[in-house]
C-alpha cells in the first residue's frame, strides 16, 4: 500500500497537497451557510435569517465539539501511522470509531431534550420567530449523528496523510445541500424549515454517497474484523479529547453569548451580524484549512520522532498561511459592501456589516500566527494548552467585554473588538508553550505509552 505521509520529501510540497482539499472542504461548509441565507433573502424570507442563525448554534457547539475530538482522533491515528505501527493504527482506528459516533448520537438526543429551554435562552421574543427556531433546532439535531460519521471517515484518512475523500465526501453533502436549498426554501417556500429539512437530506445523500463507493464500488474488506477494542486507547481519546472538544466549543459559545446580547436590540442588528458573520467566516478556511493540515503533519512527525522536521512544518506553515491569506482573504473584506448587498439593500445593514467586518478581518492577521501554533499543540497531544488559550482568552477578554459593550448599546464593531482582543491574549499563551517546548516530550504520546507488536 502506499504510505501518503507528511514526514518525508519537501514540506511545503507535502502541506500543499494535504491542505488544498482540506482548504476546499472548509470552503465548501463556510459558503454553504452563506448561500443558505442568499436563498432565504431570494426568496423574500430575509427576517428568517436571524431565526436560522440563532437556531442553528447548539447544533454548531455539537458539531464543534465533534470537530475537537475529530482533531485528538486524527492525531492518535497519525501517531501510529507516523511510527509504521500497523497494529497500534488498527486499534486506534476501531477506537476511534466507537467512541466518536457514541459521542454524535448522545449530542443529538441532549439537544433534542432541551430545546425548548436553549431557544429560551437566545432571547427570541417573537412568537413566531420562536416556533420557526424550535422546530428548525429539532430537524437540525438529526444531522449530529451525520456529522459523527463525516469526523470518523476525516480522521482515518487524514490521520493517514489521505485528504482526497474527505473532500469528496464534504462536496456532496454541500453540493446536495444547496440543491436542496433552492428546492426546499425557494421553489416550496417552506423558509427556515426547508433550510433544516435539505440539511438533514444532504448529509443522508452523502452518507450513503461515501459509503456505498467504500464498500461496494471500491468492495473494502473489513481490516477491523479481528481487532478488538482497546479501552485504555478510547479512555486516551477521551483524555485528549475533552480540551480539544471544549476549546472548540467555547469559540461558538462566544458566539452564542454575541448573538444573545444583539437579539436584545431587534431585527436589523441581527440580520446584520448573521450577514457579516457568514462572509468573513470565509476569509478564515486557509486558517483552519493549515491549522489542521499543521495538526496531522505533527502528529505524524513526532509519532516518527522528528523535532526539527516538526518544527520546519509549523513556521512553514505560518509562511504558507500569510500567502494564502493575502490572496483569498483579503479581497474578501476590500469588496464586502458588494457581498453585503446580495443578502440586503438596507444601507444601515451594510454599514453595520462593513464596520464589523474590518475589525474581524485584524483578528484573522493575529490568527495566522495563532493557529499553526495552536495545532502544533493539539497535534503534539498538549491539547490542555489549546484549551487554555480559548478559555483564558474568552472567559476573561471576550465574554466580559461582548456583554459589556453589548448591554450599553454600543455599535455593532465597538462589540466586535472583544474578538482581536481576546485573540492578543491567547497568542501570549501559545508563545509562552511554544518557547518552553512543551511540544518536544514525545515520551507522552499514546503510540510511545501504548506498545503494540505487528
Not at 4 to 22: D, E, M, Q, T
Not at 199 to 228: E, H, M
Not at 236 to 259: G, N
Amino acid at each position: 500500500m502506499k504510505q501518503n505521509r507528511l514526514v518525508k520529501g519537501s514540506i511545503i510540497k507535502g502541506l500543499l497537497a494535504f491542505s488544498l482539499p482540506i482548504f476546499f472542504v472548509y470552503l465548501l461548509n463556510y459558503l454553504y451557510p452563506a448561500v443558505d441565507f442568499f436563498i432565504l433573502s431570494l426568496a423574500g424570507a430575509e427576517k428568517d435569517i436571524s431565526n436560522v442563525l440563532s437556531a442553528y448554534l447548539p447544533i454548531n457547539i455539537a458539531i464543534s465539539l465533534l470537530t475537537g475530538t475529530g482533531v485528538a482522533a486524527t492525531f492518535l491515528i497519525g501517531q501510529y501511522h507516523g511510527a509504521g505501527d500497523e497494529q497500534g493504527k488498527l486499534k486506534a482506528i476501531k477506537s476511534v470509531i466507537v467512541f466518536i459516533n457514541i459521542v454524535a448520537v448522545g449530542l443529538s438526543f441532549i439537544i433534542a431534550l432541551f430545546s425548548p429551554l436553549i431557544i429560551q435562552a437566545l432571547n427570541i421574543h417573537d412568537p413566531i420567530a420562536k416556533d420557526a427556531s424550535l422546530r428548525y433546532l429539532l430537524i437540525s439535531t438529526i444531522i449530529i449523528p451525520f456529522n459523527g460519521l463525516i469526523y470518523t471517515t476525516h480522521a482515518i484518512y487524514k490521520g493517514q496523510g489521505k485528504s482526497l475523500l474527505p473532500f469528496v465526501y464534504n462536496s456532496l453533502g454541500v453540493s446536495s445541500n444547496i440543491l436542496f436549498d433552492f428546492i426546499f426554501i425557494y421553489f416550496l417556500n417552506m423558509k427556515s424549515d426547508g433550510a433544516a429539512i435539505a440539511s438533514v437530506l444532504a448529509y443522508l445523500f452523502a452518507a450513503i454517497s461515501i459509503y456505498s463507493y467504500i464498500f461496494i464500488i471500491k468492495k473494502t474488506g473489513n481490516p477491523l474484523k479481528n481487532v478488538q477494542i482497546d479501552k485504555m486507547m478510547i479512555q486516551y481519546l477521551a483524555k485528549k479529547s475533552f480540551p480539544l472538544a471544549i476549546q472548540e466549543a467555547l469559540v461558538i459559545i462566544c458566539f452564542s453569548v454575541f448573538v444573545s446580547v444583539i437579539n436584545l436590540r431587534g431585527d436589523i442588528t441581527s440580520t446584520a451580524l448573521g450577514i457579516s458573520d457568514r462572509i468573513t467566516n470565509i476569509a478564515y478556511v486557509p486558517v483552519l484549512a493549515f491549522g489542521n493540515t499543521i495538526s496531522a503533519a505533527v502528529s505524524q512527525n513526532l509519532g516518527a520522532g522528528d523535532i526539527k522536521r516538526t518544527n520546519k512544518i509549523v513556521w512553514t506553515g505560518v509562511l504558507i498561511l500569510l500567502i494564502f491569506t493575502a490572496i483569498f482573504s483579503l479581497p474578501i473584506f476590500l469588496f464586502i459592501n458588494q457581498l453585503a448587498n446580495l443578502y440586503t439593500e438596507n444601507k444601515v445593514t451594510i454599514d453595520m456589516i462593513f464596520s464589523r467586518s474590518w475589525v474581524i478581518f485584524f483578528d484573522l492577521i493575529l490568527c495566522v500566527l495563532l493557529t499553526p501554533l495552536n495545532a502544533l499543540a493539539s497535534g503534539s497531544g498538549n491539547g490542555r494548552w489549546s484549551l487554555y488559550v480559548y478559555l483564558f482568552s474568552d472567559m476573561l477578554i471576550r465574554v466580559p467585554l461582548i456583554l459589556i459593550l453589548g448591554l450599553m448599546d454600543y455599535p455593532l464593531w465597538i462589540v466586535s473588538i472583544s474578538y482581536p482582543a481576546s485573540t492578543i491574549l491567547g497568542l501570549g499563551i501559545i508563545l509562552f508553550f511554544y518557547f518552553k517546548k512543551y511540544w518536544q516530550n514525545i515520551e507522552k504520546l499514546s503510540v510511545n505509552i501504548h506498545r503494540y507488536d505487528n
